[in-house]
């Protein structure tokens, strides 16, 4: 909040020469200077405040016209200024709702219908969820399939997967962990699996389909998805900036063809504006072409996918988003160089993209959205008094971590979940405080009994809600295709490393008491029993200098590395359990024949306590699946 504060007052200063805004030449139409000014200071608060190398900005308004604006620069030392006209930058995930236009325009021709089951559509069969209904393309397009999240070696690598794209969806799918419709998950690659579906539908590549049906009749000459780029487009596309602790490094060239259709569209601002144009004007292009008819404009955008009626629901793809009190409909997106928004809004002739070459994504696209979209739309919101303290509400079934449902719940990749976590405190006697990733700030009761709270200061609802397992979940209006779910406290970060760091350090000292007892019983010749200890020596430091190992090097690898190929530390790391029960079952077969049994009792209790940790610790990473049981 403190920082949009200062956002909002920069605003009201003159820009800086070194952030120049630069405008291409058809905007700028009928918009007041006062507010391009003030757009102006928006945007050069959050270069100061963030530390943004360069930001772009696309506005259609019914009202005063369009407005295309750049700011800063998008290489490293500052020499190419952001080219508000010719820029060719990629959109992210933005290109999500490109697949949402060629879907509804795809069953408009009759090719494809929404409520169909999806694997009608497939020349692969995707599996079904144990007694559920099959899954449908509209379960896909709001991000309710049911998939798990994967990513190691299935993301963006240095080089091209020579595979055919049938061959690489057919085998990369991600597993089935729920019902259709049980809630959203964010999904990559079911978002690209509806690229796929029209390429397999129609005979011809996907995004030379998007060109024919929705680019071209938009006017959109300098954007394509098509992955690699085509070779006109080669050398003309901002690769954008990597910025970690200020320092600013040039992108690097990677590639996704499994899920090109859902991050891989690049664009210029002057193209986003036509796009947005055709949104609001109810599938009309610019010249008076009709893209879509307005019939599936209005399917396109229904949110009739939501958890609670005052939540913010998802709808074909686009999903809303709840500001100052008043509902938007749009897509964000992030990458390791550029982070976008796109905000629209049809009841107000409104809408809005922004790129940020480089920054804090979600930080960034609220703060400017926040700040600009209320004075093109009239809105506000009056923050919410706080919670009634001499009410008596029980909260604990509220309180404690969550984790999101886009995570791995099947392979070694449950460890990486860990980091994706928040929590849920409480403030006072009737409101809660949520910390993390997805939110941050006091939440006031709106309906406790239907499980639905409301931000004091933004207006943003949080609603919980249970499944038919009894498990809690919540959504948050912001990312209503994101729903997470309460931990148990056996799964909690801090329960998880406190029992980590206890199992390594007692793992530890009981291989070197053991290693101590076997050079002892070398030395007085009792070798059976000298042979036993250094078993279960071995077994218990084996897994203590794999662990420490595994997490040195998984540590040192960058997310593209991981996204390439899994690392041969992930293959010797899953070999390292399987060696320590080898050793034990071979100390159990010695100890029944006679051949280890201790000679006094603290070496008997030595031995039981290194046995009894070994178990403990092979139960506890074999909870998060790291002894590969379903490793792919």
Partial sequence: MKKLVKILFLALLTPLQSFAAQEAAESASGIPDSLINYIDGVAEGESQTLGIPGIGVSIFSKEYGSLVRAWGRTDVGGVRAFDAKNEIIPVASISKVFVAVALMRAQEQGIINLDDPINDHLDFKLPVFPGARPMTIRDVTSHEGGFEERWLATGAGRELDPRPWSEIMAATYPQLIAPPESYSSYSNYGIALLGYMLEYKTGIPYHAYLKAEVLDPLGMTNTTVEHPAPADFEGKISAGLRVSGGVERPARKT????????????????????????????????????????????KMLDASRKSHPSMPGLAVIFAEKDIQGTRFIGHGGDGGTHHTDMIISREHGFGLFVNFMSAPGPQARDYFTRAIVPKFTGTRFDPLPLADNNQQINLSRF???????????????????????????????????????????EYVPVDINSGLYQNRVTGEYLHF????DGSLNVVMGSFPFVTAFKLDTADTQGFVSFAFDFLMISLGLAAVVLATQSVRSIIARTNGFALGQGLLAIASGALVVGSLLFLETASSLSEAALQQSIPESASTFLAIPFLSIALLFGWVIGYLKGLFRAPGWFQHLAAIASITLVVLFLLFIDHWNALGWNYP
Avoid: C
């Fill in 255 to 298: 590639f996704n063809y499994r899920t090109y259709p859902a991050g891989r569209l690049v664009s210029t601002l002057p193209d986003m504006n036509r796009f947005i144009y055709m949104i609001v004007n109810d599938g009309v292009a610019p010249d008076g072409t009709v893209v879509l008819q307005s019939d599936s404009v209005e």
């Fill in 399 to 441: 309180t404690g971590e969550y984790r999101h449902y886009r995570w791995a719940f099947t392979s070694i990749e449950k460890l990486l979940g860990l980091t994706s976590q928040f929590s849920i405190g409480q403030a006072s006697a009737g409101s809660l405080m949520v910390k993390g990733r997805l939110g941050a700030g």
């Fill in 465 to 468: 809600f249970e499944l038919e």
